[in-house]
Structures are given as structure tokens and as C-alpha cells.
């Protein structure tokens, strides 16, 4: 989605509604990336869960399809960098394992 606006004598210019995700700097552990580029429609996880290898932790839709995307290793989870609604392009961190 964009933004635009548009003052007499000037042409308009779409500017993005919001910045990409960025991995916070003070996370620590190890990120979990998205696989595939599309929008977390529900998030299965909040900090402090403990996880096994395999957990679900979020699905994505993406191209009307829908894709569970589970945890590479087990862990505790020291942050979640999304939320139900947000767009991700491959390679984002969804989330940060300890």
C-alpha cells in the first residue's frame, strides 16, 4: 500500500505506508527467517514459549495458499518481530530462538 500526496504544481509521488521489518539490534539467540514472501494471517507463539524442533509457530499466506511454518530447532522464544497482518519478504526474521 502507498502513500501519496500531492501539493498544487507538483506531481504525485507514492512513498511506502510503512518500512520493511527489521530485526531488532538488541535480540539475541538465533533468528528464524520466513521462508516465503507473504502476509502472517495467524501467529501461534509469544515470547517465553518453549518450543520443540518441528513446532508450529506461524502461517503465512501467500498467493491465496496457506503455509505452516514451523520451528528449525528447539528453543525458548526471545522475541517475535511480527504479528498477525504483516507482510514479510523472504529471508525476514519472524521470530528470535534462544
Same mark, same amino acid.
Not at 18 to 41: D, E, K, N, Y
Given at each position: 500500500?502507498?502513500?501519496?500526496?500531492?501539493?498544487?504544481?507538483?506531481? !504525485?509521488?507514492?512513498?511506502?505506508?510503512?518500512?520493511?521489518?527489521?530485526? @531488532? @539490534? $538488541? !535480540?539475541?539467540?538465533?533468528?528464524?527467517? @520466513?521462508?516465503? @514472501?507473504?502476509?502472517?494471517?495467524?501467529?501461534?507463539?509469544?515470547?517465553?514459549?518453549?518450543?520443540?524442533?518441528?513446532?508450529?509457530?506461524?502461517?503465512? #499466506?501467500?498467493?491465496?495458499? #496457506?503455509?505452516?511454518?514451523? $520451528?528449525?530447532?528447539?528453543?525458548?522464544?526471545?522475541?517475535?518481530?511480527?504479528? !498477525?497482518?504483516?507482510?514479510?519478504?523472504?529471508?525476514?526474521?519472524?521470530?528470535?530462538? #534462544?
Amino acid at each position: 500500500s502507498y502513500q501519496v500526496s500531492v501539493s498544487p504544481g507538483d506531481s !504525485a509521488a507514492p512513498v511506502p505506508a510503512s518500512p520493511a521489518l527489521a530485526p @531488532a @539490534a $538488541t !535480540a539475541r539467540g538465533t533468528p528464524v527467517p @520466513a521462508p516465503l @514472501a507473504g502476509t502472517v494471517i495467524a501467529l501461534k507463539v509469544k515470547p517465553g514459549d518453549t518450543l520443540a524442533a518441528g513446532d508450529l509457530i506461524l502461517i503465512l #499466506e501467500a498467493m491465496k495458499m #496457506e503455509t505452516e511454518v514451523r $520451528t528449525p530447532r528447539a528453543g525458548r522464544i526471545v522475541a517475535v518481530a511480527v504479528k !498477525a497482518g504483516d507482510s514479510v519478504r523472504l529471508g525476514d526474521r519472524l521470530l528470535t530462538l #534462544e
